[in-house]
């Protein structure tokens, strides 16, 4: 088991610029979420798909997220324009089934985004 | 709705102290409870969970009961070492429900010191 992986580990980018974040969950997992992770706001949704499908895109900030699963082994997150108030720690987490006590949520070890 | 509080940080104790870490919650329905760790540079992971009123939790230590009556599932420890210092979050999602996503506190940062 490969855990989700993410990447790149580290984003540094200037404002203005395009940035696109990886994540390829765990095989067999139905569920992907994309959390965001700041000082300020601690763990925010940003949006979550099963099957592929966008569930709930609630907690997508702007216009300027945008989040895609073209298929199940893997997604995208992608940020146009990036403004330095974009700077976090973006997770991505799959799940087998819908959550439950014997379906958790199992982490990638995130993307931490600096934009200047 | 649902909604997790979590006691603030940051907590600091000495090695072999005993450690609390308070977490009350708010749901719809009759909820799973769970406590995940984030460790530094990674991502989160589970801790421990627990289904029903009065099941207690436990993993490397740690536990945490589930009280219905005072919606409440703290985090307790007895003997804490220097290897626990990490982030901790208390997480619910609702059994039953068709939507498919966790509630997290805000975290609660422990340092702990040899």
């Known amino acids: 088991d490969a855990g989700v992986i993410q990447s790149p580990r580290h984003e540094v980018t200037e404002m203005g610029q395009e940035v696109t974040l990886r994540c390829k969950p765990i095989?067999?997992?139905?569920?992907l979420f994309w959390y965001r992770q700041t000082m300020m706001r601690g763990l925010e949704l940003l949006i979550y798909?099963?099957?592929?499908?966008?569930?709930?895109d609630s907690g997508m900030p702007e216009d300027r997220f945008s989040a895609k699963m073209p298929n199940a082994s893997f997604s995208t997150l992608k940020i146009q324009p990036s403004e330095p108030r974009d700077s976090a720690v973006y997770f991505c987490?799959?799940?087998?089934?819908?959550?439950?006590?014997?379906?958790?949520?199992?982490f990638g070890n995130g993307t931490r985004l600096t934009v200047t | 709705g649902n909604s997790v509080t979590q006691m603030e940080g940051p907590v600091t104790l000495s090695e072999e102290a005993f450690l609390t870490i308070n977490c009350t919650y708010t749901?719809?329905?009759?909820?799973?409870l769970f406590w995940y760790v984030q460790y530094p540079g990674e991502g989160l992971q589970l801790l421990l969970k627990?289904?029903?009123?009065?099941d207690k939790g436990s993993n490397k230590g740690f536990e945490a009961t589930y009280r219905k009556e005072t919606t409440s599932f703290h985090l307790e420890k007895g003997s804490v070492q220097v290897s626990d210092s990490a982030v901790y979050f208390c997480?619910?999602?609702?059994?039953?429900?068709?939507?498919?996503?966790?509630?997290f506190g805000r975290g609660t940062q422990l340092t702990v010191w040899p």
């Open positions: 095989s067999g997992h139905d569920y």
């Open positions: 798909f099963n099957n592929n499908v966008p569930i709930d």
């Open positions: 627990a289904t029903k009123a009065d």
């Open positions: 997480a619910l999602s609702e059994r039953g429900s068709t939507l498919g996503r966790l509630y």
């Open positions: 987490a799959s799940s087998l089934r819908k959550l439950s006590y014997n379906s958790p949520l199992h």
């Open positions: 749901a719809t329905g009759y909820p799973s």
